[in-house]
Structure formats: C-alpha cells, structure tokens
C-alpha cells in the first residue's frame, strides 16, 4: 500500500518543463483538451465532461472555456512557458479556446489546424425530410 501511495506522489509532483504541446479536439458534442510534453507523453487533459457539464452542455463554447483554463492553470504550475497548440475537429469550442490561450502569458509558437478533410471517403447520410 505504501508503495502505490509513493508512485502517485511521483506521478504528480511538480517537472519543470519549458515547452509543451496542447491539442484541441473539438467535436459537436464535447472538446477535449490534452497538454503533452514535446515527447507526445500526456501531462494533462481536461474535457467539457470531465469540468462536470452532462448532455447538450458540453458541446457549448463555455464549457471549452472551462475545460482549457484547467489545463492552463496546471501547465502554468508546471512552469511551461511556450507552446504549441493543434487544433482538430469542427466544434463550437475551438474559437473560444485558441482565445482563451492567447490571453494567457504563454507564448504560441504555432497554431496548428489537422482537421480531417476527406478526400470523397464515405457516403454522407442522407438528408433529413421534415
């Protein structure tokens, strides 16, 4: 017991980092937000679900806005000072984190959008008739 105790504190204790690398998927119905170190290992990640929003709520611009000052708030404790940020997804909560970010006193090294674009892939569904 004692051990798994002592692995946790190691786990979280403070690492002084000086770069990182944020990635923002940002769906319809949720924004998921991870911190990386330049390594592509997760220090952090936050999403709308897990700031306690349920349902419709987590699709909303403020429930992103939410989600990335959790993570800034922690990556500012681990001492990061640059990053940069990639983008995925369509979502609403994308415009709202990448201002939320660039409020902050880090400095953005780059802003990076990998949206998946298809290339005429799947058949889309077919259109609603009301």
């Not at 952090?44 to 709520?57: I, L």
């Not at 880090?106 to 889309?124: K, Q, S, V």
Request: charged letters at 25%; glycine letters at 8%.
């Amino acid at each position: 017991m004692l051990l798994d105790d002592q692995k946790i504190l190691n786990i979280r204790k403070k690492r002084k980092i000086s770069k990182g690398i944020i990635y923002i998927q940002s769906s319809f119905n949720n924004t998921i937000i991870s911190l990386t170190n330049l390594k592509s290992e997760v220090l952090y990640w936050a999403s709308s679900g897990s700031c306690g929003f349920k349902g419709a709520r987590k699709g909303t611009p403020f429930s992103a806005k939410v989600a990335i000052d959790k993570v800034i708030k922690f990556a500012s404790d681990q001492g990061i000072k640059t990053l940069q940020v990639i983008i995925k997804g369509p979502g609403p909560g994308r415009e709202t984190a990448i201002r939320s970010l660039q409020k902050s006193n880090f400095e953005i090294l780059l802003i990076c959008d990998r949206t998946a674009i298809p290339h005429n892939g799947c058949r889309p569904p077919k259109k609603r008739r009301v």
